[in-house]
């Protein structure tokens, strides 16, 4: 591949698979630009098979396969500890198939996943780190999964763009970190990265537009800089607040007062190597988006 192919921007038929919470958001985001959209549900197509999903990609001219599918927990994680296989098959096992289906294919394959396979405050962990919070870790199953499918996928071609605790404009969205704060008795002061979801789409439209060669598996910590404490995000949500929801004014707890099941990651991500492909604000820029688009200051 030649240098003028690395920088050259490109339309592409991109084909979506989910239609969850990252999955909807990227198809309204790609759907208004150049890009040959096609996304596709579990439910209204099984793209787990890897025949049907491989004469899907060759009668509609697919270049790039963006998995936005898998197992997250309903309402979190613990799901994962009582439905392992299932959560292993929809996290490790179809991806596999899928990423192995795109390199036969000479497809682009973009993977999204999750940081979670870091804890601690040690430093701001880089996609060179290896996981602490993971396979081999005492560490939730969810978790697992997430750092199984990264190394079984090492002798793979794909792109995977890690995620954490996603934020959007819509603040009655039962998967947006805000909303779920916001409705929570119960919290803990904790600093984590989180993701900007219109700005985690900017990147997986540059990612795909600009299409930067890399000969293997390559790792992007799509994470917003500034990680505040959730105190800090009540504050804030206090200080914007123009009576569109109500006074924030939670309890504050210690991990061990809360009835879970599996263990939590806590980390902060580096996010150097994703802003080289696309801007990426800092938390208190998000806030302060999210907040102004709520009190009707600005759309977005």
């Not at 999903?53 to 009668?59: D, R």
């Not at 701001?124 to 190394?151: I, R, W």
């Not at 959007?168 to 039962?174: A, S, V």
Request: glycine residues 6%; contains cysteine.
């Amino acid at each position: 591949m030649t240098s003028e192919t690395l920088s050259k921007k490109r339309a592409n038929n991109v084909l979506i698979l989910g239609r969850g919470y990252i999955g909807n958001h990227l198809a309204h985001h790609l759907i208004q630009g150049e890009d040959n959209i096609y996304q596709l549900g579990s439910d209204e197509f099984n793209y787990h098979n890897t025949s049907k999903l491989t004469k899907f990609i060759l009668n509609n001219k697919i270049e790039t396969v963006v998995n936005c599918s898998g197992f997250t927990g309903r309402p979190n994680v613990d799901e994962a500890e009582s439905k392992k296989s299932k959560c292993w098959f929809l996290n490790v096992m179809s991806p596999l198939e899928i990423n192995r289906t795109c390199n036969i294919l000479d497809v682009d394959y973009i993977h999204i996943s999750s940081g979670c396979i870091y804890t601690g405050y040690e430093k701001e962990y880089t996609e060179k780190d290896d996981p602490n919070f993971g396979l081999f870790d005492e560490s939730s199953f969810y978790s697992k999964s997430k750092h199984a499918f990264e190394l079984m996928s090492v002798g793979l071609r794909n792109k995977i763009v890690r995620i954490r605790m996603p934020i959007c404009n819509d603040l009655t969205n039962p998967r947006n970190y805000l909303k779920k704060i916001m409705e929570y008795p119960n919290l803990i002061d904790y600093v984590n990265s989180k993701t900007y979801i219109p700005e985690l789409c900017g990147f997986i439209k540059a990612l795909i537009e600009e299409n930067p060669y890399h000969n293997g598996q390559d790792i992007y910590n799509v994470v917003n800089g500034g990680a505040l404490t959730t105190n800090k995000i009540i504050l804030q949500l206090n200080w914007h607040n123009e009576g569109n929801w109500n006074k924030l004014d939670p309890n504050w707890v210690q991990i061990t007062d809360l009835n879970i099941i599996a263990p939590r990651s806590n980390c902060v991500l580096d996010n150097s190597k994703a802003k080289k492909i696309h801007p990426l604000s800092t938390e208190l820029e998000i806030l302060n988006m999210v907040c102004n688009y709520n009190n009707g200051i600005q759309a977005i």
